[in-house]
């Protein structure tokens, strides 16, 4: 596990003032203004914030505003539209941190045979000690703000699968679910190489980034949002944004629930239609790229008639894998103005990005940091 002390440690783009020595860099140094360090939870795979009756909370009795969630359509992605799709994702990645993939590639008859095995195994395996847990106690007396309406467990896949721990899986869910994970990796690959593109990135950037010793951690949340009585007064799962990278949502294609925010409107995802994958981007990537990919605050609402199937795969950076904003998208970073001036003179009537860039050039050469 990774201490929070190293991971505080862990930016070589802040360097101190004081550091900041060399003849060519004097006078007053300008600094962005250092983010907060968003922390990581390695082992965890989502947080949830603790809410008071806020306001999220409190939209629920608000109508909620039809949205189209963004499609993108990985079909486009070969032909005369490729551009066209791209600023799609881009703007998806940038605006809502939730979107649909059609014509993913993934194989439909195995993702609805996982989806098959996974629901006979709830009815088999869970769904009777559901209904003796906690939070079904709790919910006959009253409201129940700190716990979720759901029978979850979770597998880890990569570095090292642990689905052999599960002894009642059954060995056809097993296998289903070990080639399923497979073709999900290679999606969430292909995923992530394309926003590097979108961010002008190294194509495999964000891969690396998540690498640490053993590659990126994969793992699979398995979950039922079973029927609820009293809807109003137990979410499936509490508001919450994801500690991870790439999530990618297999969810059921009859009961929706989903919900996530977008410009303090709740938007509900609607039952995945023909085995479209959603896909939301957790706080890493809003870490990696600098802000310009937001991880979206989102929830479960649970029904009164129906039970809502969610099979989430979280592409994660490694536990040791130290995460920081990509040198490429951060803004020219301790310089003094005398030296900016000194630059602009000669450059004035150029763009600033090349002379941002130049900037960044120099001020590293300066701290010993390599861009
Ligand atoms: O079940 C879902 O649809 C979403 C689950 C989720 O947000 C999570 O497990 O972090
Ligand atoms: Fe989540």
Redesign the pocket.
């Known amino acids: 596990m990774v201490s929070p002390s190293r991971l505080l440690h862990s930016s070589v783009a802040y360097v101190s003032r004081r550091e900041f020595s060399n003849t060519m860099c004097s006078a007053v140094p300008i600094f962005p203004i250092a983010p907060k360090n968003p922390g990581l939870q390695p082992r965890g795979?989502?947080y949830h914030f603790k809410l008071k009756e806020s306001k999220h909370q409190s939209k629920t009795k608000v109508p909620k505003k039809e949205m189209e969630i963004p499609v993108i359509d990985f079909s486009q992605l070969d032909g005369e539209n490729r551009s066209k799709t791209m600023a799609l994702l881009h703007n998806a990645c940038e605006k809502w941190g939730f979107f649909k993939i059609e014509n993913h590639g993934v194989n439909k008859d195995l993702m609805e045979k996982v989806k098959n095995l996974v629901n006979s195994h709830y009815e088999n395996n869970l769904k009777a000690s559901f209904y003796e847990s906690e939070v079904v106690k709790s919910l006959g007396n009253g409201r129940t703000s700190n716990m979720d309406w759901e029978s979850s467990f979770f597998i880890s896949h990569r570095p090292k699968s642990n689905m052999d721990e599960f002894q009642n899986l059954s060995e056809d869910l097993r296998k289903a679910m070990d080639e399923y994970i497979a073709q999900l990796i290679e999606l969430a690959e292909k995923l992530s190489e394309l926003m590097c593109e979108n961010l002008s990135l190294e194509k495999h950037h964000i891969k690396k980034a998540f690498s640490g010793k053993t590659g990126p951690s994969v793992g699979t949340?398995v979950?039922k949002?079973p029927k609820c009585p009293q809807p109003e007064n137990v979410r499936g799962?509490r508001e919450?944004t994801?500690a991870g990278g790439i999530i990618l949502?297999l969810?059921d294609d009859q009961v929706p629930?989903?919900e996530f925010l977008k410009d303090g409107e709740w938007v509900q995802i609607p039952p995945s239609k023909n085995n479209a994958i959603f896909v939301n981007t957790g706080d890493q990537i809003e870490v990696l790229s600098n802000g310009r990919y937001k991880s979206a605050l989102?929830r479960?609402m649970t029904i009164k008639d129906g039970s809502r199937l969610?099979i989430?795969t979280f592409y994660n950076p490694a536990g040791d894998a130290i995460i920081s904003p990509a040198q490429k998208l951060l803004y020219p970073n301790q310089f003094s103005f005398a030296d900016y001036l000194k630059l602009y003179a000669t450059t004035k009537f150029l763009d600033k990005e090349p002379r941002f860039e130049s900037l960044k050039k120099m001020t590293s050469a300066c701290n010993g940091v390599i861009v």
Do not use: E, I, P
């Open positions: 795979f989502s949340k979950a949002y799962l919450h994801d949502l969810q629930g989903l989102h479960v969610s989430a």
